[in-house]
Every structure is written in C-alpha cells, then in structure tokens.
C-alpha cells in the first residue's frame, strides 16, 4: 500500500528513507507545523495532470506521537486511511517519536508501512560518521570521529559537519586530527548557536548570561551582530514568501535551507510581525556602522539592544 510513516530521530536519517520511496521521483512537500492535514489530503486526492502518480511528503506529522490534533483532523485522517487514493503516496514523517497505543498509529503499522528507526546510541553515532565517511571516498581515524561526534549537539549537526570537511578536502582523501579541529564546530561556536537562539527566544537573562561566557572567549560582538541580523533576515524572507502562499518546496530551494531548517525558522517567526523584524534589522545595521565608526561601544550597544528586542 502507499501510505508511510517514518518516525527518526534525523532528519538526514529521515531524507534517506524518503529517498529510498522515492527513487529520485519528484514529490510535494508539506510542513504539517505551517498547513493542516486537510490540505494535505486535500491534494492527496486530486489527480495529477499528467496522469503519473502522485508522491507527497509530509513532514512534523507529530501527532502520531505525543503532539496534538483536532478532532476534525483525526476523522479526516482515519476516513482517508480506510480509503486511500491508488494514485497518491503519502509519506508521512516526524522527529519527535511515535506512540503505538494511539489508534490512528496503530493503522499505519497494521495496514501501512510504519518504519521507525530508534535512537542511535553513542557506538552507533561513530559507526554512522565512519560510514558516512567511507561512503563519500574518505578515510578517517577515530580520534576525529570521537572529536566530531563530542564537539556536536546532535546527528544533522554532525552531517552539517561533515559536509563542511569533505568540502574542504576535495579530492585529498585522508582526513587529518588537526584538521578536524579547526574545520568542525568548537564549544564556542556552539555558545554562538545558543546565544542566538536565546535571542530570538526573547529570553533576555539566558541571553546575557551566554554573551558573558562569550567575553570571556574574545567573542567580537560583531560577530553575533552579523549572525543576529542573518536569522531575522531568514524570519522575515519566510513570512513574505507565505504571503504570498509560496509552496514548501519552492520556499525551500529560494533560502537554500532543508525542510528541517525551514520549520526552525517558522517556529521562531510565530513570536514576531513583520513590523519587527525589520526594525531589529535596521537596528541591528545601526550598530554595526556605530560600532565601526566608534559611535558606539561594542559592548554597551550589544546589550542595549538585547534588553530592547527580548522586553
């Protein structure tokens, strides 16, 4: 039958399951956090143009799981899962698990095609970089692997990583410990990510209390600048692109961002109009000119403005 529902704790993990239905097909993708299931079902039953089937993926389908769902939903969902289009594939997954004791779940795992792959443990995580590596032409030691696996938050972070390598390398093909260290993320760039995060969180004490820790590491206050500006530079692109009800898939390819990524940024834009992010840009642009012209102090107009934008 054609309905999936992949359950990981990847989204690279994810995307390869997908890729494996698929087969390089091309496939509609919804973001169930931004559209409901009924425009997902909706789609599911029209017939395509050109009479080929249909593949849809639809992703954050969290409540198969432990997220909520409306009634209505539920009942649209279980009528279309007693009587599926032939025509159309559904693959749905989600990041966030699956529960087995729900009925709408249990559905999929009697009737469907259910593929849950567990939580990777830390011998399995080296395992993964090591294959990953291999599969991309490369030779690696373990002394990097363990660097890369302990200087990342979690798997798509190590994937992210691991991109950054192989590209660095090119065609040298025998990956260096001393490389490693430079090329992959440091405790501080990770310090960078929360920070910036507790920023567009809104949570002011989180936030001078990183940029402390920062000041220590000789983080330039620029440098967070530039990456503030960049993530409500993202928030406000998306808002415009749903605007003007610009599908998931083209969104996707315009920011050069995953599926993942996206949804990240949706959930971070749900706290803000438009309105402002563009005065936190501006502001932000203000600073750095300040900052540069010796206007301002570095210091002073950063956290100025963190306790303007996280009131």
Not at 81 to 93: A, D, G, R, V
Not at 296 to 305: G, I
Request: overall charge positive; aromatic content about 10%.
């Amino acid at each position: 039958m054609n309905i999936y529902l992949i359950a990981a704790e990847s989204y690279h993990i994810i995307d390869r399951e997908v890729q494996k239905i698929v087969k390089n097909r091309n496939f509609l993708l919804f973001n169930l956090n931004m559209t409901t299931i009924a425009d997902v079902l909706k789609e599911a039953s029209y017939y395509s143009l050109d009479n080929h089937d249909k593949i849809i993926v639809a992703s954050n389908a969290n409540y198969f799981g432990s997220g909520k769902s409306s009634e209505e939903d539920t009942i649209l969902l279980s009528k279309y899962l007693e009587n599926p289009s032939l025509q159309t594939t559904i693959i749905f997954t989600t990041q966030n698990g699956i529960d087995l004791r729900r009925k709408i779940t249990k559905t999929i795992k009697d009737k469907y095609h259910l593929i849950n792959v567990p939580k990777l443990n830390y011998q399995e995580i080296q395992a993964e970089i090591m294959q990953i590596v291999k599969k991309n032409g490369y030779r690696i030691t373990m002394d990097s692997v363990s660097y890369i696996q302990n200087n990342t938050m979690n798997l798509d972070n190590i994937y992210e990583e691991l991109k950054k390598i192989f590209l660095y390398y090119g065609d040298e093909k025998d990956i260096k410990y001393q490389d490693v260290t430079r090329i992959v993320g440091s405790l501080v760039d990770n310090n960078n990510f929360h920070f910036v995060a507790a920023v567009i969180a809104k949570n002011l004490q989180t936030s001078l209390k990183i940029l402390a820790n920062l000041k220590v590491y000789k983080v330039e206050p620029l440098a967070l600048i530039i990456l503030l500006a960049r993530e409500y530079r993202q928030m406000y692109y998306l808002k415009r692109y749903q605007a003007n009800h610009r599908p998931l898939n083209e969104i996707c390819k315009a920011m050069n961002l995953q599926d993942w990524q996206v949804n990240k940024l949706y959930n971070n834009s749900l706290n803000y109009q438009e309105s402002e992010l563009l005065a936190n840009i501006r502001a932000l642009a203000d600073l750095d000119i300040g900052i540069k012209t010796g206007k301002y102090d570095k210091d002073v107009a950063l956290m100025s403005f963190l306790i303007t934008v996280c009131n």
